[in-house]
């Protein structure tokens, strides 16, 4: 209905419009002005009406008559403009459902044009835009080429992309001061006992397209992750040495390695950065270069002759630098680069004598006499640096922070060639005591970094299987008396192990001390009762565990550093002795370090070398002179063959424990003769095994 009412009002009202529209007089020209000043409102761009827009509004009110006779509001003068436009009105629809169709269609505004994405601006300066073009395309096509680590790969890619491909170390085909600096870094890579060779410098002086910029850009990038990596993890895997090595591992991140010296002022301080910082690495680094009197000069041979000595000027007599043939060798062979076909024995090469005779302990005179010349060309030197090369390489491995922070950086390093250990605290040794570590072979002592947890005073020994069926089985066939007479304890278990033990006591294998830190070796520290073997110079006699001289003040001395208001002493600790174990619990553990030097540098500041008791030595000398890291396990025997529980042959109702219990203490004959044994044991009952119980 009110669609009806609608209808006939909009009929009605365009009728009279249009009778109004044929009897009034036209406009004339003031009034059609008027009219096209006034401004007109825009077409609406809506859809027609439909039902639901005609709905009855509930709260309006019903219009008061009386209001209704009141004069109406004066139109505006606008309105009055307007009151004689003629208003066209479209036709009514028939019926609701043609209302939709009876409007003629709204205008449509033009439709708005999609945002265009902002135009990226290059950060790339125009004289480098050539070089990170060819950027671009390389790192995507052939960046294999030059990084075949997947990590780095993607670090590298991703480094350039953020940059644009700007390059990193020239600026319009020149070198930039961080370029400069990696090149000086890698070219002095000797001096911290790595190979020049492995990170080759491109020429960028040859380098006169983009083409050639770019690629090496990128080799030089290569380099210097090379180097990053190398100089703080190590030029060999130390899995790749020998199966009784352990240490965490802490390997570079490219990302990092690029964000830091791209962003460092001084790029080569900080690739220096990734070598070790332990003190024990930078003594041998300064003794290394002694040794090369700051060159490489191993393969040159300084002739004989007269002896060569400088003067200084005094007022009666000028300068006496002497001449001689041997000394433009001299200069090659000590490192002096000033002048180097001089053939005067001037103060600098004089110099360069004086250091090299007081690093080989010779009177330092600074005289180029027989026995300097024999030193110079002595063997023993290019051994010495040779070993010291290799130790320098095993010191990479080692944790980058060696002591617990909290504790004032103090740990425990134990060096197995020189059979020393130390607790160290606040870069300086605190308590210093002798050790005896493992035979060699089968026995070695691990190479390890683990943390002390607690100490054990009166312990218990549990005699591992390895121990057991190489030695206490075929004794027991032989003697069945054997263990009582030793103060074991014989257990034969439910399921038919048998297990054995020594109870605590002044005779017990471990001492009254054991110093736990677990590994996966089931090695530890531990006293012992065997004393006289801390006589000797060379002390490797046990199975691979660690004894200590000094157990009671070394046992103080950790303590003290835990727990400070404990107050422990010597006499504390003896006093806890008894036939009770019991378990002193660190708050916070101590790191313990067991390391392989056979070359350091003492307190006075001497270089010291040691026996390589393990082969170590040789096999990484052989390993890197021979530049095949990756293939040195087809090289290096493992220091310890592989043992495991007999299947066959044991005596009737024995078999073994099946518990991982920790092994250490003498051997068997050791502990029934008494010292380190001659006597060749009796054959293992069975065959050998293959599996390894490492100790």
């Not at 319009?172 to 990170?199: F, Q, S």
């Not at 051997?667 to 008494?674: A, I, P, V």
């Amino acid at each position: 209905m009110l669609m009806a009412v609608a209808a006939t009002f909009l009929t009605v009202s365009a009728t009279s419009a249009l009778a109004a529209q044929s009897t009034t007089p036209r406009a004339s020209a003031a009034e059609l002005a008027i009219d096209a000043a006034v401004p007109r409102p825009e077409p609406a761009n809506v859809p027609p009406p439909t039902i639901g827009d005609f709905k009855m509004d509930s709260t309006a009110s019903v219009p008061d008559p009386a209001k209704a006779t009141e004069k109406p509001a004066e139109p505006s003068p606008a309105a009055k403009a307007t009151e004689s436009k003629p208003v066209e009105i479209p036709a009514p629809a028939t019926n609701v459902n043609d209302a939709a169709t009876a409007a003629p269609p709204a205008a449509t505004a033009p439709a708005p044009e999609p945002a265009k994405e902002p135009v990226k601006v290059s950060t790339v300066a125009p004289a480098d835009q050539p070089v990170a073009d060819r950027l671009r395309d390389m790192l995507g096509a052939k960046s294999l080429r030059y990084f075949d680590r997947k990590n780095e790969r993607a670090a590298v890619e991703k480094f350039y992309s953020a940059r644009d491909y700007a390059p990193l170390w020239t600026q319009a085909g020149t070198l930039t001061a961080g370029g400069k600096g990696v090149i000086a870094r890698l070219k002095d890579a000797a001096a911290e006992g790595l190979n020049p060779a492995d990170y080759p410098v491109p020429d960028f002086a040859a380098a006169a397209s983009p083409d050639q910029l770019a690629e090496a850009e990128l080799k030089l990038t290569a380099s210097m992750l090379d180097y990053a990596r190398q100089a703080q993890s190590g030029r060999m895997h130390w899995s790749q040495v020998a199966s009784d090595i352990l240490y965490p591992e802490h390997p570079t991140d490219p990302a990092e390695v690029l964000a830091n010296i791209s962003a460092a002022k001084d790029a080569s301080a900080a690739l220096d950065g990734y070598n070790p910082p332990h003190k024990l690495y930078k003594d041998l680094k300064a003794k290394l270069a002694e040794l090369r009197g700051q060159g490489d000069g191993p393969m040159i041979h300084i002739a004989e002759g007269p002896a060569l000595a400088f003067r200084a000027a005094t007022k009666k007599q000028g300068e006496v630098a002497p001449e001689d043939s041997r000394v433009p060798q001299l200069r090659a062979k000590l490192g002096v680069a000033e002048n180097p076909d001089g053939t005067h024995y001037d103060a600098k090469v004089a110099a360069a004598v004086r250091k090299f005779q007081e690093s080989v302990d010779l009177k330092p005179t600074g005289v180029l006499d027989d026995r300097t010349v024999k030193a110079i060309n002595s063997p023993k030197r290019d051994r010495h640096i040779d070993t010291v090369l290799v130790n320098m390489e095993r010191l990479r491995w080692l944790p980058r922070q060696l002591g617990a922070a909290s504790l004032g950086n103090a740990y425990v390093i134990l060096n197995v060639p020189d059979f020393t250990l130390k607790v160290m605290q606040n870069g300086a040794p605190v308590w210093t005591t002798r050790v005896v570590t493992g035979k060699p072979g089968k026995h070695a002592t691990p190479m390890l970094t683990e943390t002390m947890k607690f100490i054990t005073v009166n312990p218990t020994w549990n005699v591992p299987p390895s121990i057991i069926y190489n030695e206490y089985l075929p004794a027991l066939q032989q003697d069945p008396t054997v263990l009582d007479r030793m103060g074991l304890k014989l257990e034969r278990r439910r399921d038919g192990s048998i297990h054995i033990s020594q109870p605590p006591g002044e005779a017990n294998a471990l001492g009254r001390i054991r110093f736990n830190f677990p590994n996966k070796f089931l090695v530890y520290q531990h006293d012992t009762p065997d004393k006289h073997l801390f006589a000797k110079e060379e002390r490797a006699f046990s199975h691979g565990c660690m004894r200590v001289q000094n157990p009671d003040q070394y046992a103080s001395t950790l303590l003290n550093i835990v727990m400070p208001n404990e107050r422990y002493s010597p006499e504390k600790i003896r006093s806890m002795y008894g036939r009770s174990e019991m378990d002193l619990k660190f708050p916070t553990p101590i790191p313990v370090n067991i390391t392989y030097q056979t070359a350091f540098v003492d307190d006075a500041g001497k270089l010291q070398i040691r026996k390589d008791i393990y082969g170590r030595d040789a096999a990484m000398i052989a390993l890197l002179k021979n530049g095949r890291s990756r293939d040195l396990e087809a090289m290096v025997a493992h220091a310890q063959p592989s043992y495991s529980r007999p299947k066959d042959g044991l005596p009737a109702g024995v078999s073994f424990a099946s518990d991982n219990t920790y092994s250490s203490g003498p051997s068997f004959f050791e502990r029934l003769f008494g010292g380190p044994s001659t006597v060749t044991p009796p054959a293992p009952i069975g065959r050998r095994p293959q599996q390894r119980f490492t100790r």
